[in-house]
């Protein structure tokens, strides 16, 4: 069969290569594709804004399967648009996908629903936001409720700075329209966890548990990013935690989307934090994390198309996935400057070097190719990726990786998954 991926970053990178492992699976496109994947898969061009872009790429390549990486074409409607033509796409539909797309939504939801997670206020004004204050101690989490690529949360240490971020969401200063409407929330404390599962409307099946790196510095320093890193390992969580996350979390998530009449199928991101008081939801992705994707498929050793194929036709199950007991780790290099402005058209060195290496896959996120050499395209440019059958190893792997590879002013985290060995 033909398969379409949409997207261009490290994880859609891994997706192609996953999808492409798949016996049944004749062909890879990928719209638009990065430096890296166009090695891999056939890249179309696209526009990721335009559902328009997204269908013309669909009627010219006829794809048997279309997997979507980013949210933004999820929130606006790709999946009831594609499935209103016959088109078979694995994706929530833009209803189910508001869990990600409006965190006001998702709150209301989980109260709803009695699903644990932080207390909070919505809030239109910020007459409303100084009426919310007296209920919450500091540090106060501001939150945007629309989609922000990630720039849209804020920890406020004092009242008057939580304020100050409100004003600026609210008057469309700091992301746009996202922030048209804000979310206060009580800050939680613990360890994050990032916990996927398929869905098909009705079951759940989950993936291995990952945990992601969102700080730019090490030791969880500077400002929140995409992601600089994440590792997977056999034990972030135990069989008995994992039947928790299902039982309390993911079904009942799914179970109550059915029931509010906005099934959800495909994959559902859980970002938890594990709090003295038990694992609670920080937010929802309708989509698969970025790097977390990276650390997850390097581990797993079933058919990604099955499991896709499962979630919708109706027959999800937890046979669905199996999965190597090693560990990976996943180290993200980006450019000079990200999360901030960064330069691009930097010719990156050593790419080769580092993928020879055993069990090292380097996936590309910002990259462009021209005249047979790789060029910085992006914030996060690359994620080095390895496995190995412990996590100090895999560290090391990744590391050694990363070190063979050069462009002006490339950074990366030191201590991705360090924690997890401290433990
Ligand atoms: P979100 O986009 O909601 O995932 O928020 C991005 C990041 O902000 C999360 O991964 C956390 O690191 C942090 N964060 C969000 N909500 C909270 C909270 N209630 N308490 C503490 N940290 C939070
Ligand atoms: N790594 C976090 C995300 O994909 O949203």
Excluded at 213 to 231: F, I, L
Excluded at 342 to 363: M, N, Q, W, Y
């Amino acid at each position: 069969m033909k398969v379409l991926v949409i997207g261009s970053g490290g994880r859609e990178h891994a997706l192609v290569w996953k999808l492409g492992q798949s016996p049944r699976v004749s062909k890879v496109f990928c719209a638009p594709g990065n430096g890296g994947i166009c090695e891999e898969a056939e890249c179309v061009p696209a526009n990721l804004k335009h559902l328009d872009s997204l269908v013309a790429v669909a009627n010219l390549v006829q794809p048997d399967l279309t997997v979507v990486g980013p949210e933004v074409p999820l929130a606006s409607g790709l999946v009831d648009e594609f499935t209103s033509r016959g088109w078979r796409i694995f994706g929530p539909t833009k209803s189910a996908a508001r869990l990600e797309s409006s965190k006001s939504f998702a709150k209301q939801f989980l109260q709803r629903h009695h699903i644990p997670t932080a207390h909070y206020a919505i809030c239109n004004s910020l007459d409303e936001v100084r009426q919310a204050l007296p209920h919450f101690h500091t540090p106060i989490i501001v939150k945007a409720d629309g989609l922000a690529a990630g720039k849209g949360v804020v920890m406020a240490n004092s009242k008057d700075e939580a304020v100050s971020a409100c004003a600026e969401m609210l008057a469309g200063k700091m992301v746009g329209e996202a922030g048209a409407r804000v979310v206060l929330e009580e800050c939680l404390r613990g360890d994050e966890l990032s916990f996927l599962v398929f869905s098909d409307g009705e079951r759940v099946a989950p993936l291995v548990a990952a945990q992601d790196h969102k700080r730019v510095g090490d030791d969880d320093t500077g400002p929140n990013t995409g992601g600089m890193g994440a590792y997977s390992t056999a034990d972030l969580v135990d069989d008995q935690m994992r039947d928790w996350l299902v039982n309390h979390i993911a079904r009942p998530v799914v179970a109550g989307m059915k029931a509010e009449g906005a099934e959800y199928k495909g994959v559902l991101y859980c970002g938890l934090m594990m709090t003295a008081r038990g694992p609670m939801v920080l937010e929802f992705n309708c989509r698969f994390g970025d790097p977390e994707t990276q650390a997850i498929l390097t581990r797993m050793d079933s058919d990604l198309v099955e499991a896709i194929e499962a979630s919708i036709e109706g027959r999800t199950s937890e046979g669905d996935f199996r999965w190597s007991s090693h560990a990976s780790v996943c180290v993200v290099l980006a450019s000079g400057g990200y999360p901030g402005t960064f330069d691009s058209g930097k010719k990156i060195i050593g790419l080769e070097d580092a993928g020879r290496l055993p069990d090292v896959k380097v996936f590309h996120a910002g990259t462009s190719k021209r005249d047979g050499a790789f060029y910085t395209s992006g914030g996060r440019v690359v994620g080095v990726t390895a496995s190995a059958p412990d996590l100090d190893s895999a560290i090391a792997s990744a590391y050694q990786a990363a070190s063979l590879i050069g462009f002006e002013g490339l950074h990366y985290r030191k201590d991705i998954a360090r924690r997890a060995l401290r433990k």
